[in-house]
């Protein structure tokens, strides 16, 4: 998959262009539904397939302090649509000069002039433009002038719930990380670089790692789950604990995630790793002693391996 920051200049202007919109957070089944839409059209009608979207996500810029967590980093985000077979990446920067362009102006100008589009695929409630003027209606009311074709995809219904982001994450902030990976098609994860910990695991003879996060990333709820780590060709099962290590500190502004890999011994630091939370075991918990937590978290593994 090819990745551009800008449509203008862009050397495949010869290609025709099958292009999806949106902000594709989560990659969830309802996204998955629209690229795979999008991708098997491009190859059927002889185009290119193309995403459209932003980062950093418009209401980061727009109302940040409203602005939602992400679900995935933008690195994951683009490795998964590049998966699913998309020939071309358009990562705009978004700016308050760009939120002001008029859809009108954006239907000409971007998607027709700068990227020669023939299809153009959307979600139900997608909207563009200048205070998200831009709609499925006027997409359609152009298409004949510009000669391209609007395709909207209906919503994507999972027991009887709209697959959606902020349904995924509600359902993490609760730590229903099983539940959530129904909607998103894959177990919920993260990525990140190993980083030196307090080395309390170790003292206790239970070795963990510790993992670094962006701060605009949701993590499941503080708690303890069962994780598959991914660490460079292999897989591992282990334990993961995101919270403030209350037997510990009394208090601690940001959660840490401190993850135990069943059956390794090794060295793992400045290591990138996947995280997938596959199911959650319990709540974060303050112990009276340090051989009150090693007893729940043998108990801990223990679980995990009888029930993975």
Request: charged share 25%.
């Amino acid at each position: 998959m090819e990745i551009y920051q800008s449509w203008q200049g862009f050397e495949g202007k010869q290609a025709r262009i099958a292009v999806g919109l949106g902000n594709f957070d989560g990659v969830h089944l309802g996204h998955q539904k629209l690229l795979g839409a999008l991708v098997d059209t491009a190859r059927r009608l002889d185009e290119k397939s193309a995403v459209f979207t932003f980062h950093p996500h418009p209401v980061m810029v727009l109302n940040p302090q409203n602005a939602p967590p992400l679900l995935l980093t933008q690195e994951a985000k683009e490795k998964l649509i590049s998966k699913m077979g998309v020939d071309l990446f358009f990562r705009i920067p978004f700016t308050l000069e760009f939120s002001r362009m008029e859809p009108e102006f954006f239907i000409e100008k971007v998607l027709c002039e700068g990227l020669n589009v023939r299809d153009v695929f959307i979600g139900y409630n997608y909207t563009f433009g200048y205070k998200g003027r831009g709609t499925a209606a006027l997409l359609e009311e152009y298409s004949s002038r510009y000669n391209y074709r609007i395709h909207v995809l209906p919503p994507v219904i999972v027991d009887n719930q709209v697959v959606s982001s902020t349904l995924i994450r509600n359902l993490l902030k609760e730590g229903e990380v099983t539940e959530a990976a129904r909607y998103l098609g894959y177990p919920p994860f993260f990525e990140g670089v190993v980083v030196v910990g307090d080395r309390r695991g170790t003292a206790l003879g239970i070795s963990t790692i510790n993992l670094e996060y962006s701060m605009d990333f949701l993590l499941p709820a503080n708690g303890v789950y069962v994780v598959k780590v991914n660490v460079d060709q292999d897989t591992y099962l282990g334990v993961a604990n995101i919270g403030n290590r209350p037997t510990f500190y009394d208090y601690n502004a940001r959660p840490g995630v401190e993850v135990h890999l069943l059956d390794f011994n090794g060295d793992l630091y400045g290591k990138f790793v996947s995280v997938y939370f596959i199911r959650r075991l319990r709540d974060e918990k303050k112990f009276s002693s340090s051989d009150e937590l090693i007893v729940q978290i043998r108990q801990d593994i223990q679980r995990a391996r009888e029930n993975t």
